[in-house]
């Protein structure tokens, strides 16, 4: 079966590609540029997509800095670096992006029409969906509905399906399913600030290395400061 | 109240937008560029949103040439000109974009949130929703949800309300409500074509020629051949 796959270049998503190989899709992954800060990801991305051997990697471009709104567009806002894990997750942060995923599941929606696949592979997790309400299971069984309705296949009584393998998964979780995918954790890229080198301190960075270390395992990424 | 309204430049859009301004709501108009043959509708949509005093226009720019599959985008497919009345409404389009309303409510949804608004305006209607999935009531009821629990406004019980005005209308009674709005026809574009004249005989310029002359009206625009 033929699956789109959004791929960020991150640790999650990366993970999620290598499940759909495992799963014996043939994938499509896409990808977004959405000038965010953080463009080494997308570079990441490539790589994650040429290791994983997919058929084929797009890349979408749009603009979201014209109305602004969040940390991870506007320049004006400055990325958090310290909060603790339990404030990243208790509340919606500041790097939300309006709408994001709800725009990038329509945009993976119409690739999936338009190449015949069967699946959309999204890496949302239950970490990420107490904070953001984009990545809350009950958001995506509407997304679900919109891919029913809102195709002809799905008309037709044959809808896309949205599949998210991390969806009930922790950070360290993921990290082990990955280890038993053999993800090329070097390759990926979680970082906000957009250095050449991961920079060790900023949410992403704390939250990824604090999953390795609980599960007492080195990070194979270079960071600037751990 | 504050508005986003979704505007092509079209007799349908342009007459939502003089809907959502008589209907007392600071108008904020979103258009998208996606390489669309008939360029020309841009143009008609600055002009229509000048005309009706929007506090601001943003135009959303992407591109969905990459993966094809539809005349509208697709340079290799032709545009239909020889269909009757009956068949576009009876069997999805060759013009069909696949997932592009759920793209550009999207990316509507974005804007709305950013710019704290209420209700996001779109002009489909029942013509279009015969023929195309993601025109139809249930679609857009889909899309809702995805609105209530995809953004923080709609977690906090205040949801960004879509609004379809002219959902179940026929082209001869939008052209009938436009009229009571006094929506400038003149500066309206329909046509598939992509000339600096309409064309007259492609399947949007035939609908909209034939529903004038049912009102026996004649429609403002220059077209090359009626």
Wanted: charged letters at 20%; glycine letters at 8%.
């Amino acid at each position: 079966m033929k699956a789109v796959v959004l791929l960020s270049g991150g640790l999650d998503s990366s993970t999620v590609l290598y499940q759909a190989t495992s799963d014996g899709c043939e994938c499509y992954a896409i990808s977004f540029d959405y000038q965010q800060r953080h463009q080494r990801e997308l570079e990441a991305a490539k790589a994650i997509a040429h290791s994983a051997g997919v058929v084929e990697h797009q890349l979408v471009n749009f603009d979201l800095n014209a109305w602004g709104g969040s940390a991870l567009t506007d320049e004006a806002l400055d990325i958090p670096t310290q909060r603790s894990l339990g404030e990243m997750s208790q509340n919606i942060p500041i790097t939300y992006v309006p709408a994001r995923n709800t725009i990038f599941l329509s945009f993976a929606l119409a690739y999936a029409e338009a190449r015949d696949a069967g699946r959309v592979y999204l890496g949302v997790n239950a970490l990420d969906y107490s904070g953001y309400p984009d990545c809350r299971p009950d958001y995506i069984q509407a997304m679900q509905e919109v891919f029913r309705l809102g195709t002809k296949q799905g008309r037709e009584g044959d809808a896309i399906a949205i599949v998210t393998p991390l969806i009930e998964l922790k950070k360290t979780e993921i990290i082990q399913l990955g280890n038993q995918l053999v993800v090329p954790w070097e390759q990926t890229w979680s970082c906000y600030a957009g250095n050449e080198t991961a920079c060790g301190v900023c949410d992403a960075c704390r939250l990824r290395l604090a999953a390795f270390a609980e599960l007492g395992l080195q990070d194979p990424l270079p960071y600037a400061q751990i």
